[in-house]
């Protein structure tokens, strides 16, 4: 009964939960950074979140999920303030800005982790776990706290919908109408820091970023609306959360963080290729189509020349005529048009068009 019920179990339940909550919160929020192309700032906060960590333990002695939170959170939002002065008052571009803070602050957030893994007393045992995430040590406690932090962070979201929304597709246009464009942009910072801290302890700092990218990039392909988006990059959060977690309970040594993100890129794998509008396998099907119809349309164009050249359809024209117009095999699409009602074959294995054909080729 427990293999077919594994959430029978009370650890897998919370930290399904709390993986799900997780990816309900990223893949929402993420939804902004990816279509405003800052997928790079989800990276940098996650990382610049790393010291945080460290220094709340280093001042307050306590491994309080909501302390250690508010501690990633500060060091997070600071690097994103950083890389923006850097950016508005020197000739540094965006991307070489975030790269060097992240670097910074990851670089300050190991030695922290690692010094303190050398002092003498095991009070700070499990802080390692922010790096690479150990979804397993999940407490209760923890996801409640995940849960008032998302939940928090969603509502903010709601709130600000129509601000954000213009944040996201044309910022000048926001600030034409009035709006404080700039506080939106810190608000939206904010928010993604809230989304990236609740989930370092489950998947840690280095894969944090694909949580916030990967569902909202799933969610892309498959809608143009906003509203619509953000449900469906909540949900495939959610799905990779809970799919991840129950997949590393089910095989033996199996990480939860790593296999939470291989299923969250899976799922982005899967709407790349078939996702009805955008996916490669429908677009594909369509420039087919599209190739099949300009062919047929080229071939009674062609037999139409012919009709005007001999002066009136005569007794038609051969197949290898037509196609040596095309320099190609014309036959499957003289196949295809007389199954139409374009064209029809003479019994001596000639082609010409119908009536009909003749209508269709004066009106393109």
Known sequence: ???LLPLDDYTLRVVVLGAATLGVVAGALGTFAVLRRQALVGDAISHAALPGVALAYLLTGSKSSLLLMIGAALTGFAAVLL?????RTT???QDAALGIWLSVFFGVGLVLLTWLQRRPDASQAGLDRFLFGQAATLL???VV???AAGALALL??????KELKVLAFDHEFGATLGLRMRLVDVVLVGLLVVAIVIGLQTVGAVLMASMIVAPAAAARQWTDRLGAMTVLAAAFGALAGALGAVASAEVSRLPTGPTIVVVATALVAVSLLA???RGLVARAVRSRRARERLGLAQVLADLAQLEQVHEGPARGHHAATVGAMEQADVLPALVELERRGLVERTPDDRWLLTDRGRSEVSRA
């Open 145 to 147: 706290t995940m849960a």
């Open 156 to 161: 903010v979201l709601l709130a600000l919908w």
């Open 1 to 3: 009964m427990t293999a």
């Open 275 to 277: 996702a009805p509008r």
């Open 140 to 142: 209760r406690e923890d």
């Open 91 to 93: 000739r540094v571009k």
């Open 83 to 87: 890389v923006t002065a850097v950016v």
